[in-house]
């Protein structure tokens, strides 16, 4: 029996996964592969007017409204507070229990070794700090450890765009629209707290039309929807006919632990979303 290829997506906070891999991860949910979100925080901090509380259980139902479009199936968010993530013993040993959970093939999680948001970098350093027991039984033996270790990829937020490596580029094009709808689905977000954040002005844009939404997250996250030049190049060592037709990618970076892999198989495995063993 074969099993189909099983993805986690490991970020800070409910938004994230849907925002760097929403096009890769429904081109995966297509073709037949498993895909998970996994946020280690709750949100609750995201926002200037509305509170913890309220906060944190607007932020779940965005983000599950945003896997319906996407096809991933499960989307699970720690109860940690925004703001306060450490890679300690116990963000470590649940975090190990959701991979093992979801028998994941690749782990995908944000850079741990640049400026930013502390809680990304937190995100990207726990999932480094884990990768080595997610195989070994003797570590958190209350969930079964998974037979080997899974590859581990790394993805870009505006602090990492500096120093990541594009050496593996999904063309998202056919899958655009459900990527936009997804981060659409998260109001509080895109059209509050990042508005805020930014000092702009726009008080109707989450009352307005569908193509008015979706021109506005396509201007103004241009960096994480459209491909680059350097992301074209990528690609094209790739698959030389793909970019001649690719106006949206996303990136992801080979991390340096987790099995060891190539770009040529992680291309061909994000793609295809083929069972890792056919």
Not at 15 to 43: F, Q
Not at 160 to 167: E, L
Not at 266 to 272: K, R
Request: with cysteine; charged share 25%.
């Amino acid at each position: 029996m074969s099993y189909p290829l099983k993805v986690i997506v490991v970020v800070a906070h409910p938004d994230e996964a849907e925002l760097y891999t929403g096009g890769t991860t429904a081109r995966l949910a297509g073709a037949g592969a498993a895909v998970k979100y996994l946020s280690l925080t709750n949100g609750d901090a995201g926002h200037h007017q509305v509170s913890r509380k309220p906060l944190r259980r607007r932020r779940a139902n965005e983000a599950y409204a945003a896997a319906r479009h996407l096809g991933v199936l499960d989307y699970e968010i720690l109860d940690i507070h925004d703001g306060g993530l450490m890679p300690d013993a116990a963000l470590r040993k649940a975090l190990i229990a959701s991979v093992r959970r979801w028998q994941a093939d690749i782990v995908i999680t944000f850079h741990d070794d640049c400026p930013g948001h502390t809680d990304n970098r937190m995100a990207g350093r726990a999932v480094r700090e884990a990768a080595g027991f997610f195989a070994n039984a003797n570590v958190a033996p209350g969930t079964p450890a998974l037979a080997r270790a899974p590859i581990c990829l790394k993805i870009t937020d505006h602090w990492a765009i500096g120093t990541h490596r594009h050496d593996v580029v999904i063309g998202v094009d056919p899958f655009i629209e459900q990527k936009v709808k997804a981060c659409d689905e998260h109001a509080s977000q895109f059209y509050e707290f990042a508005l805020y954040e930014r000092g702009m002005r726009n008080d109707t844009i989450a009352t307005s039309t569908w193509e008015e939404r979706r021109a506005f997250i396509l201007k103004n996250w241009a960096e994480f929807m459209y491909a680059s030049p350097d992301m074209l190049a990528g690609l094209t060592a790739l698959n030389a006919r793909e970019p001649e037709t690719t106006r949206f990618a996303e990136s992801f970076q080979l991390a340096d632990y987790g099995r060891e892999t190539t770009a040529a198989e992680v291309y061909d495995l994000l793609c295809t979303g083929r069972p890792i063993d056919a």
